[in-house]
């Protein structure tokens, strides 16, 4: 059974910092990877989607990265602001099904 | 604008009460999911849909069940049957299930008074 992991549940970083959030899952025979944002009570918001061809995405100060044998993502944010403050997921859609597998997430905070 | 609609944001029920949550998405998108979110845990998948008039059970399906008459529509039904259904909702929709990027609405708090 597939499992998601995601160290550490939260972190506190200084304005201007380079920071990593890790990712990892038990199953290497996954369809693709995605790293999500999610705001205090809202809905999520699509960040990086990486195929499970592909080894990294990138989008602005965000880069993912994707080591399907060792089973593991990190998602790199540049420059951390404030406005990054949120809670970071990542799911994995495992091969032959139609869903996916979230991790519980990292809660983000960006003091100025 | 496209996206994705859920409604109500807030929603009160009583026990022994069914409710149903709306999800409607003007993307043209053929899949629908639906999640319970619960403090300090992750997505929990409910039920999903990877194209009109069919659909399949998630992982925590009991007490729950959904219908997809229209390629806008899924919505969710919460019944008396859900022994704890105090939680947060979300829908999603994808073109097409697994295997492209997931977008979701805004979410609906449901709380059992």
């Known amino acids: 059974k597939q499992e998601v992991t995601q160290i550490p549940a939260a972190l506190s970083v200084p304005e201007g910092e380079n920071l990593v959030l890790n990712c990892s899952f038990t199953?290497?025979?996954?369809?693709?990877l995605q790293w999500f944002r999610q705001d205090p009570g809202k809905g999520l918001t699509s960040l990086l989607l990486?195929?499970?061809?592909?080894r990294e995405q990138t989008s602005g100060r965000l880069n993912a990265s994707l080591d399907k044998s060792s089973g593991r993502s990190t998602l790199y944010i540049a420059a951390s602001q404030p406005g990054d403050s949120a809670t970071y997921l990542c799911a994995v859609t495992p091969s032959g099904t139609y869903k996916y597998i979230f991790g519980t997430g990292t809660r983000l905070k960006v003091l100025a | 604008d496209g996206g994705i609609t859920q409604s109500p944001k807030y929603l009160f029920r009583k026990e022994g009460q069914n409710v149903t949550l709306s999800c409607e998405q003007n993307?043209?998108?053929?899949?629908m999911y639906w999640y319970r979110q619960d403090p300090g845990q992750g997505l929990r998948l409910i039920y999903y849909s990877q194209i009109v008039n069919d659909f399949q059970k998630g992982d925590i399906a009991e007490g729950y069940s959904v219908s997809r008459e229209k390629k806008e529509s899924f919505p969710l039904t919460v019944t008396s049957a859900q022994k704890n259904p105090t939680a947060f909702y979300l829908c999603?929709?994808?073109?097409?299930?697994?295997?492209?990027?997931?977008?979701f609405g805004p979410g609906t708090r449901l709380t059992v008074l």
């Open positions: 990486i195929q499970s061809s592909q």
């Open positions: 999603a929709s994808s073109i097409v299930a697994a295997t492209d990027t997931q977008y």
């Open positions: 199953d290497s025979a996954i369809y693709n």
């Open positions: 993307l043209n998108h053929d899949a």
